[in-house]
């Protein structure tokens, strides 16, 4: 059975960095086309795709959000942990962590059920 | 960065009708194209992958089509359940990205 689950700080100051990780189950960091990507939510508002991580290591980042996001996977906790630096008022989301299955046509299959992070002074 | 652009952002349906809802990509995208259901408060579900596959255990009243630019989602004849927000998202090329979605609503 697959799982992902999502945590971290449910309140950080502006300015502050954000660690978010996904614990996953029922498949392997290590192995395949897998990966893991984070894709945030603010409230009322789309789907907005951050980064992602493959068992090969190799990973991508948001554009404009590069400087600021820093993904990696620990296999051996089978984690994978989302950095975001000098966070904003405007970084409010809910953030979902998600399993890619790659290979030719990548999709996300799994998600985790979100966690609520506020950015509030 | 490929912007995908959906259309409308919200309709007014009924049970029964036949949707359907586009998107469309800045550049081709081959079919290279996925489509998620989100109900409130719950995270997206993949109803669509590779622009016209049916994700295991979907119901076939939803279909997908298109290729290049130009996709879209089918609902043959809509249920309760599925009243939900639909998002298409390119995974053509790195940074992969969403539409702003379509709401379906009642």
């Known amino acids: 059975q697959v799982t992902l689950k999502e945590s971290g700080p449910v309140l950080v100051k502006p300015t502050e960095t954000l660690t978010l990780t996904c614990t996953v189950s029922g498949f392997s960091l290590t192995t395949g086309v897998m990966g893991v990507s984070w894709i945030r939510q603010p409230p009322g508002k789309a789907l907005d795709w951050l980064a992602h991580?493959?068992?090969?290591?190799?990973?991508s980042y948001s554009t404009s959000l590069k400087s600021r996001l820093t993904i990696s996977k620990d296999t051996s906790k089978s984690q994978v942990v989302l950095i975001m630096t000098n966070m904003d008022p405007v970084d409010t989301a809910t953030y979902y962590c998600?399993?890619?299955?790659?290979?030719?046509?990548?999709?996300?299959?799994?998600w985790g059920q979100g966690t609520l992070v506020a950015v509030s002074s | 960065d490929i912007q995908m652009t959906q259309s409308p952002s919200s309709l007014s349906a009924s049970v029964g009708d036949r949707v359907t809802f586009t998107c469309r990509a800045s550049?081709?995208?081959?079919?290279?194209l996925n489509w998620y259901q989100q109900k409130p408060g719950k995270a997206p579900k993949l109803l669509i992958y590779?622009?016209?596959s049916l994700q295991s255990g979907v119901p076939s009243r939803f279909s997908g089509s298109g290729s290049g630019t130009d996709f879209t989602l089918t609902i043959g004849s809509l249920q309760p359940e599925d009243f939900a927000t639909y998002y298409c998202q390119q995974c053509y090329s790195a940074p992969w990205t969403f539409g702003q979605g379509t709401k379906v609503e009642i």
């Open positions: 991580i493959f068992s090969n290591d190799d990973k």
């Open positions: 550049q081709s995208i081959s079919n290279y």
């Open positions: 590779a622009a016209s």
């Open positions: 998600a399993r890619i299955v790659g290979g030719e046509r990548p999709l996300f299959d799994y």
